[in-house]
């Protein structure tokens, strides 16, 4: 039941919190305290330096989130609603964190409980359900970015082995990843994941942390080397054998990535809001200029459009009516509004916006990423351009 005292503290125009179950809305409070308590107090150092906070990462265990939208494994069973606040509150303090969890649950887990056999599923997912294995999805190459359908990654069967050449970049977790899903063709041109297990002592593979990111930077990115690497026949994930199979992954995570833009700016406009009430100049609040009102209110005003696209989109997903058309839709317009919404919120903080201790520059730098990744903005867009047209100007 509905309670006014205990409703929603963060920015809800719409009431769309009336319309959570008390499970949902549980687990979104709980979400939020973690990211209150614990990781908006501590992140800032890490991101600083370019460490991933590994203690921040492991205390997601207690929350029930790990593995998302998948059920059974030990793994959270969050319904489409629950995996979209998660991304959402986690957003509103920290990309990197919403990163480490989205490659993990979201791309990693995903990929193997959705293409996975019933055996690979039993035998990764457990272990990756209590983050004693972490996942890394591994699709983009130094030269197949936004092409990535022409992965250049190559898997051929020699005397009950895969064997992997090829070079992978960005990507997310590798550097500590237990199980690391590499996309590539094998001999006959079919697409598979091939899943390299503790890859670090995998003769053949080199990982290399990418540095200098402005931003996510407590996420780490990594560039991935394949020279012959080995792996047994039955690490080939059961299903796909055609990038469209991919696709399902692809499409949640487009799914996951317009919550997180949506809890990205969110967090950005709260904390605006907040300091234009606190700061004074000329012997007023700044929330008493009619400037200032003007972007908080075109802030509010894109963050409630945006959640409400999420929630009419967890609907979908829930009733299996999700599309490509409509995650890239959804995508490409929460991506662009979050890039905006927090350079607004930037520059309501004058020069402390600047300043990572007010986390909005840090929540600014986020949004490029989210602008890029799951299928840069561009790419998104042409595929809801194809939908409407029916004529593919992507190729
Ligand atoms: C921080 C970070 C984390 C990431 N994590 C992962 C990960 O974990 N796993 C993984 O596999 N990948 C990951 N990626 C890779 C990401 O998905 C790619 O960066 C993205 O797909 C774009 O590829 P690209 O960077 O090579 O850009 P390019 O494809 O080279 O594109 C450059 C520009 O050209 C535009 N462009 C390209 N083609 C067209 C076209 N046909 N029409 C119009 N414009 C076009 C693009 O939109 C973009 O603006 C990550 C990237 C980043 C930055």
């Not at 009336?18 to 709980?30: A, E, H, I, S």
Request: aromatic content about 8%; overall charge negative.
């Amino acid at each position: 039941m509905f309670d006014e005292k205990t409703a929603y503290s963060g920015l809800d125009f719409f009431k769309l919190d009336n319309f959570l179950t008390d499970k949902q809305r549980d687990l979104r409070n709980r979400v939020q305290e973690y990211v209150q308590t614990t990781v908006l107090p501590n992140i800032n150092p890490y991101w600083e330096n370019a460490e991933f906070p590994r203690d921040i990462a492991m205390g997601l265990r207690d929350l029930g989130i790990i593995g998302g939208m998948i059920r059974g494994y030990g793994s959270a069973g969050l319904d489409p609603m629950e995996m979209g606040l998660v991304k959402y509150e986690l957003a509103k303090g920290d990309g990197s964190i919403n990163t480490f969890f989205g490659v993990h649950s979201g791309l990693a887990m995903g990929s193997i409980g959705l293409l996975g056999s019933d055996e690979q599923r039993e035998r990764w997912l457990p272990a990756m359900s209590h983050l004693e294995k972490i996942g890394a999805f591994a699709l983009t190459e130094p030269t197949q970015g936004s092409d990535a359908v022409n992965v250049q990654t190559t898997a051929r069967l020699e005397n009950g082995q895969w064997v992997l050449n090829g070079a992978k970049r960005w990507i997310g977790n590798a550097s500590i990843a237990g199980i690391l899903i590499i996309w590539a063709r094998d001999e006959d041109g079919k697409f598979g994941g091939f899943v390299i297990e503790d890859p670090q002592n995998v003769e053949g593979v080199e990982i290399e942390v990418i540095e200098g990111k402005i931003g996510k930077r407590a996420v780490l990115n990594a560039d991935i080397r394949l020279n012959n690497v080995r792996i047994p026949e039955e690490n080939r994930l059961a299903k796909p054998r055609s990038f469209k199979d991919v696709g399902k992954v692809l499409v949640l995570g487009r799914y996951g990535v317009a919550w997180e833009a949506a809890g990205c700016a969110a967090g950005a406009f709260e904390m605006a809001l907040k300091y234009a009430k606190e700061r004074e100049q000329f012997g007023k609040p700044l929330a008493a200029r009619q400037l200032i009102q003007q972007k908080l209110v075109e802030m509010a005003t894109e963050v409630t459009a945006m959640q409400l696209i999420c929630f009419q989109m967890a609907q979908l997903v829930a009733a299996n009516q999700l599309t490509d058309a409509i995650a890239s839709m959804a995508k490409y317009n929460n991506a662009r509004k979050a890039r905006y919404v927090t350079q607004l919120a930037r520059e309501t903080l004058g020069g402390n916006g600047i300043l990572i201790e007010n986390h909005i520059a840090r929540l600014m730098t986020d949004a490029e990423i989210i602008y890029t990744y799951e299928g840069t903005n561009e790419i998104n867009m042409l595929l809801v351009g194809r939908e409407l047209t029916g004529i593919n100007a992507i190729v």
